[in-house]
């Protein structure tokens, strides 16, 4: 593992970034799938790898580091995603309770009382399913650094192997009782792993990319991107007039397009805030 910081890391962080964000750009441009098969399938193919990717970098940065007592670990990891992500959650929440979002908040003292209950229901922003996952990844994170210290290579292959054994049979027969009760967690801690093992092996070996102030700036605004990217998306396609019945060239250029826009629009907001603000870290910006 290099010192310095890992231009491969900065690439794959902005792809994973633009792909996570596509995810949405894609579903609320309401295209029909059925009338155009390929272009959807084209996009689907693109962005379901954003958060596997993401959870794949996140394994590669997180298991390969120095082991720090638990507590310590706890203290800084979730200093750094949960304040961000409640900080967030209630800027978005309130600015939902403004636009009249939720049918049963009627008064400031039912958007007090909801919110809680909203936040572990996922009811401020679809895209917060994520926190969860990456919460939990993180919780048992010091004791996977513990167990895979010492761990060989052929063990860590033999581990995803399983996992792979495990996924497809999820997919092929999701009717097994054991499979029924299966988790994201369960599914996602192989990407964790792989991402883990393939900097512990084969990262060197790949070497540095080009260094690009912008990917990096783009790279150190992902978490602010992901937890505010909705907020830009439908305003976006309101100002350029796009409905599910444009033409086709639209619905394949401008999805990606207004990602791209999102993008740099949330990178632009994170780079004005590291600036202006002194507790930017507390902001998803690292």
Excluded at 123 to 128: F, K, P, S
């Amino acid at each position: 593992m290099t010192t310095g910081r890992n231009t491969v890391l900065d690439w794959l962080r902005a792809l994973a970034i633009l792909m996570v964000v596509t995810v949405h750009t894609w579903s609320l441009s309401h295209i029909d799938s059925t009338a155009y098969p390929v272009l959807a399938l084209c996009y689907k193919l693109f962005y379901q790898c954003g958060v596997p990717l993401f959870v794949m970098i996140s394994g590669a940065l997180q298991l390969p580091s120095s082991i720090l007592p638990i507590g310590v670990f706890y203290k800084k990891r979730f200093t750094r995603i949960l304040v961000p992500f409640l900080i967030w959650s209630i800027v978005i929440y309130t600015l939902s309770c403004i636009v009249g979002k939720y049918e049963d908040i009627h008064s400031w003292q039912d958007a007090i009382r909801n919110y809680i209950p909203f936040l572990l229901t996922n009811r401020i922003n679809e895209a917060y399913w994520f926190m969860g996952l990456i919460i939990a990844l993180y919780a048992i994170t010091p004791f996977l650094q513990r167990a895979f210290q010492t761990c060989s290579k052929q063990t860590l292959i033999g581990i995803i192997v399983c996992w792979l054994i495990y996924i497809i049979a999820q997919r092929f027969y999701p009717e097994l009782y054991l499979l029924q009760y299966s988790s994201r967690l369960t599914y996602f801690l192989g990407f964790y792993i792989l991402g883990f093992l393939l900097r512990r092996e084969w990262g060197e070996g790949f070497g540095q990319l080009k260094e690009s102030k912008l990917l990096r700036t783009v790279s150190d605004c992902s978490f602010l991107t992901y937890l505010i990217h909705m907020l830009f998306i439908t305003p976006i396609y309101t100002v350029l007039g796009f409905t599910a019945n444009a033409p086709l060239w639209q619905c394949i250029v401008l999805p990606i397009s207004v990602s791209g826009l999102v993008v740099a629009l949330c990178t632009i907001l994170g780079v004005v805030v590291k600036k202006y603000i002194p507790f930017y870290r507390y902001l998803g910006i690292n």
